[in-house]
Structures are given as C-alpha cells and as structure tokens.
C-alpha cells in the first residue's frame, strides 16, 4: 500500500486541515509529504495506513469531512513453482523463475528432519534492479516453500537473511514436519494427500501476479483528541 493522498480534509469550522504546499504562505521548509510503503510487501488480508494534518484552531472538535484515494497492490492469482524436485541432492543448483534467480548453496537435514537451505536470489526486474525497493525481498518468506514428493507442505520454522542490496540477498530458510492438526499460512494443495509429510522433496516458489489498484476513500464525522 503506498502513501495516502488528500483532496479534502475540513473540521467543524470548515477550516482546511491540510498542510500548505511549497509556495504558499505559512510553508516553512519543511517535508510536506513522507513517502512510505505500508505491509513492506507482505501478503495480507488488511492494511493500515496514516494522514498527517494540521489542527488550525482550538475550537476544532473533529473532521466535517475527508477525501483522499490510495493506491493498493492486489495479489490476483498465485502459481507454485517448483525449483528443484530433490532439494536434498540440490546443492549449487540455479533455477530461474522470471526475472528472479536462485541458486541453492546449501542443504543440511537435522536427525529431527528439520531442513535448512541456504539460497542467493537476484532480481534483475525492470532496468536491471529494483531501486530502493526491498518489498520484494520481504515477500519471499511466504513465497517460498518445502514440499514433500507428494505436495504435502512443510513448516517455515524462520529466516534469516544477509548480503543483500536492492537486487540480490542471500537468504537461509529452515522447514520442518508441522504437529498434528497444524494449519499452516498460504493457500494449501488441494491435491496433496492427508497425513504427515513425506521425506522433504520439492522447493517451491510462488509467482504472484499482481495489479495496483487506487482506492477512493471518504469519511465523515470523526472526532478530534
């Protein structure tokens, strides 16, 4: 979700509560809007955003009335992609999904059947980078996934990451069998059998296709501290 922004926002007295631009009177110099990217590109059901304004009177008691729009990210479809089908024969392994690359450069499996991978992922995106944009990177912690032969999943037990810079990371995952009963994040296959999981198998990234969207929002009535 990215920054909001206002057309109208007036209290009680029908005094503006927006900030004045560059050039108008009463500008100081000061930042006028702070650029910012809500849910760091995690996957979600809600997001939460702030407006900042300015109390012009002590005799405002609320908000007659506010206007404004934002523009959202909405996740339309997912498609797993598997990226080795033998993740514990995988090492030095590159799989390129897109413009992302991986390379496995490590897999341990624990006696508890804990698994631990260790990839560099590169996005060569748009013009060869990503900017300063690092959602993508926050994102791969629900996009990547263990599976067992048959698609049944394993749990993300945390990850870790290091090296990284706006297009490339080298991020650590570590999977294990999940308890009885456990209902694990994401959509699940609904051709995977019932029961434990199998031996790991399948490391599996999931393609997001996206499209943004701007949300026009207004509200009415809203008291003030």
Not at 15 to 41: C, D, F, K, V
Request: proline share 9%.
């Amino acid at each position: 979700m990215g920054e909001p922004r206002l057309s109208l926002a007036i209290d009680n007295l029908d005094q503006s509560l927006l900030g004045p631009m560059p050039g108008e009177p009463g500008w100081t110099g000061g930042a006028t809007r702070h650029i910012s990217r809500y849910g760091n590109g995690y996957r979600s059901q809600s997001q939460g955003f702030s407006a900042a304004m300015r109390r012009v009177s002590e005799r405002s008691t609320h908000i007659k009335l506010i206007r404004g729009s934002v523009s959202c990210v909405v996740l339309v479809d997912q498609k797993p992609v598997p990226l080795t089908q033998d993740i514990l024969k995988a090492k030095g392994q590159t799989a390129v999904v897109g413009t992302t690359s991986f390379t496995i450069e490590e897999v341990q499996e624990t006696p508890a059947k804990a698994v631990t991978v260790r990839l560099a992922v590169k996005e060569s995106g748009k013009d060869g980078g990503t900017g300063s944009d690092y959602t993508w990177l926050n994102s791969m912690y629900q996009r990547l996934e263990l599976h067992d032969a048959q698609g049944r999943r394993f749990m993300n037990q945390g990850s870790s990451w290091g090296n990284s810079g706006p297009n490339f990371a080298q991020l650590t995952f570590t999977f294990a069998p999940p308890p009885p009963g456990a209902i694990l994040p994401g959509p699940a296959n609904p051709n995977a059998p019932k029961g434990p999981v199998g031996p790991p198998a399948r490391l599996v990234y999931t393609v997001w296709d996206t499209l943004e969207h701007v949300v026009a929002f207004e509200f009415r009535d809203l008291p003030l501290p």
